[in-house]
């Protein structure tokens, strides 16, 4: 297997499992944290987002959209049949990345930061946060699923 597959293999797989852990806060984590009330949800959603900062998470977070833009830079210019598959995971891959960093990030910031305690203050460190979050946590689970389907493409079909 060439290197440029190897890389495009890789890319799918990263992003692939990044694009899961989007989905599986859209349609289940997300409901179920909804369900409870204001300082259950703070207490919940802080706990997730002080334990999902690990090696795992932030080796998988930051590879994803490497490779995919690695792939992209090498398979774009290449003689593939598909090379624009390649482009546009790349291209979605960084987007899932930034709009993490510029959206998602901030939120958990502001959650972990905002002062709670009593119902008032509880509820509103969750009403600046859960919609605002959701909302950015489904954009980039569509942006981390059509590059996982891009770069899976290229790969399937640029042989």
């Known amino acids: 297997m060439p290197w440029l597959d190897k890389l495009a293999v890789l890319s ?82 960084a987007v899932t990345f930034i709009v993490t960093v510029a959206a998602n990030v901030p939120l958990n910031e502001g959650l972990a930061a905002a002062p709670s305690g009593s119902a008032a203050l509880d509820h509103a460190a969750r009403a600046a946060f859960e919609s605002a979050w959701n909302g950015w946590n489904l954009l980039r689970t569509l942006t981390g699923t059509a590059a996982t389907v891009c770069l899976a493409a290229a790969l399937a079909v640029g042989r």
Request: net charge positive.
């Open 12 to 93: 799918v797989a990263l992003n692939g499992v990044l694009a899961g852990l989007y989905f599986a806060f859209t349609c289940a984590v997300s409901p179920a944290l909804g369900r409870l009330e204001d300082r259950s949800f703070v207490v919940a959603f802080r706990a997730i987002n002080a334990a999902i900062l690990n090696g795992w998470f932030l080796s998988v977070f930051f590879l994803a959209p490497l490779t995919a833009v690695a792939a992209a830079i090498w398979g774009g210019s290449t003689e593939r049949s598909f090379p624009w598959a390649l482009v546009a995971g790349g291209v979605l891959a």
